[in-house]
């Protein structure tokens, strides 16, 4: 079973417009969620992260929200550049354990 | 630059081969940890060390898989008998624990490929 999930495999945005790429989980213990980008033949590459005693997280163009009721976090990239053109997963951080639990990732696009 | 690195970057061996792969941590890292990838899907757990000590494992690490840090810094996995159900990208992360969250860094991978 997916305990994180990304339901959008892929996402197209104009450059210069805002991406939101979303990401759902079902275990409301996660206490720590992150944002990772990869480029094809290269490892993830940490953005952002967000800890469960926060809502917003921001670090220049890019922001994670977090809604714990809905269990959902979202990150918010403005202006979109095609430099961002990547996958992108989310993970969380079960309690108690320092592993990660990733999403099967997004496919951005940005178009120029 | 001193982040992660993994050697070799890219592997293609026989099926029933045995396999090894090293990861370069971040300097001063405490943490190190395995993951594995397979087309489409996220990265998995496989394993991490807090200096020399495994202290996880996931299940899927089967026994024909073995991990080591020995002294703390780099580490090996190795995978005995490869069969092609291992074909996969390997990543090695580190991190830096004081307590509370870490946020773990990747190094580049290893792409395995059993024929």
């Known amino acids: 079973d997916q305990q994180v999930k990304q339901n959008s495999p892929s996402l197209s945005v104009q450059e210069g417009r805002i991406s939101i790429l979303n990401c759902d989980y079902t275990n409301s213990m996660f206490d720590y969620f992150l944002w990772y980008k990869k480029y094809p033949a290269e490892g993830p590459t940490f953005l952002i992260s967000?800890?469960?005693?926060?809502d917003k997280n921001e670090d220049g163009r890019f922001t994670v929200f977090l809604n714990k009721s809905a269990k959902h976090l979202s990150l918010h990239i403005v202006p979109s550049q095609p430099g961002d053109s990547a996958v992108y997963f989310c993970?969380?951080?079960?309690?108690?354990?320092?592993?990660?639990?990733f999403g099967t990732g997004t496919r951005l696009k940005v178009l120029a | 630059d001193t982040g992660v690195s993994q050697d070799p970057r890219h592997k293609i061996t026989k099926r029933g081969q045995n396999v090894t792969f090293r990861c370069d941590p971040i300097s001063e890292h405490n943490r190190l940890y395995w993951y594995r990838q397979t087309l489409g899907q996220g990265p998995e757990f496989l394993t991490y060390?807090?200096?020399?000590?495994?202290?996880?494992k996931s299940r899927l690490l089967s026994d024909r898989f073995s991990a080591e840090r020995p002294k703390g810094s780099f580490s090996t996995l190795e995978i005995q008998r490869t069969e092609q159900g291992d074909s996969a990208m390997y990543l090695c992360?580190?991190?830096?624990?004081?307590?509370?969250?870490?946020?773990?860094?990747f190094g580049p991978g290893t792409r395995l490929t059993v024929l």
């Open positions: 993970a969380a951080s079960p309690p108690g354990t320092y592993k990660y639990i």
């Open positions: 992360a580190s991190s830096f624990w004081t307590g509370g969250t870490d946020t773990q860094y």
């Open positions: 060390f807090q200096n020399e000590a495994q202290l996880e």
């Open positions: 967000i800890s469960s005693i926060k």
